[in-house]
Antibody
Framework: QVQLQESGPGLVKPSGTLSLTCAVS?????????WSWVRQPPGKGLEWIGE???????NYNPSLKSRVTISVDKSKNQFSLKLSSVTAADTAVYYC?????????????WGQGTLVTVSS | DIVMTQTPLSSPVTLGQPASISCRSS???????????LSWLQQRPGQPPRLLIY???NRFSGVPDRFSGSGAGTDFTLKISRVEAEDVGVYYC????????FGGGTKVEIK
């Protein structure tokens, strides 16, 4: 069974860069899937941030594209998120998830999520 | 951007009774490959989302058959035939025809 675990600082200063890593276990990040980041502000809905595949191809939410970088480290079986120039509006629980392409086009495995607060 | 609108915002349901959630997209979700990539997710309190239904009506592995999805084009529905206590949570529709966007969520609670 695939498991995903987010890690990174829980507090980031305004104008700084949010950095998170998602470790994948029970499966290879080099499989034919996409690996995604989704966030959820406290008490609110879900927002897709972007995705990456094992070869490093990426797709980003147009509304966040200028500030987002997603990368993959196949040797460590993990992928990462960087979000720059953060403000209080970026405070959210950040989830990593596996995205099934092909005939499904849906998220099947999710991490437990990690709360990142943007505050001075 | 494709905007996903869910109704109702909240659905109080009696145990054992049915529940229905609607989801409407701002444009057709029919992909150029002919498929419609509309899925439904459940988020129980304090938990990450869980995939229930993909491609309108296909139940994901392990999902009870009391959950069903239907619809086409821009209008979709998730039905729970008989609500159980473990079904309490927020339900989201999600489109993946053009990038990914989620509906605002519908809270299912027990009366």
């Amino acid at each position: 069974q695939v498991q995903l675990q987010e890690s990174g600082p829980g507090l980031v200063k305004p104008s700084g860069t949010l950095s998170l890593t998602c470790a994948v276990s029970g499966g290879s990040i080099s499989s034919n899937n996409w690996w995604s980041w989704v966030r959820q502000p406290p008490g609110k809905g879900l927002e897709w941030i972007g995705e990456i595949n094992h070869s490093g191809s990426t797709n980003y939410n147009p509304s966040l594209k200028s500030r987002v970088t997603i990368s993959v480290d196949k040797s460590k079986n993990q992928f990462s998120l960087k979000l720059s120039s953060v403000t209080a509006a970026d405070t959210a629980v950040y989830y990593c998830a596996r995205y099934l392409g092909g005939q499904q086009q849906a998220f099947d495995y999710w991490g437990q999520g990690t709360l990142v607060t943007v505050s001075s | 951007d494709i905007v996903m609108t869910q109704t109702p915002l909240s659905s109080p349901v009696t145990l054992g009774q049915p529940a229905s959630i609607s989801c409407r997209s701002s444009q057709s979700l029919v992909h150029s490959d002919g498929n419609t990539y509309l899925s439904w997710l459940q988020q129980r309190p304090g938990q990450p989302p869980r995939l229930l239904i993909y491609k309108i009506s296909n139940r994901f592995s392990g999902v009870p058959d009391r959950f069903s999805g239907s619809g086409a084009g821009t209008d979709f529905t998730l039905k729970i035939s008989r609500v159980e206590a473990e079904d309490v949570g927020v339900y989201y529709c999600m489109q993946a025809t053009q990038f990914v966007t989620f509906g605002g969520g519908t809270k299912v609670e027990i009366k």
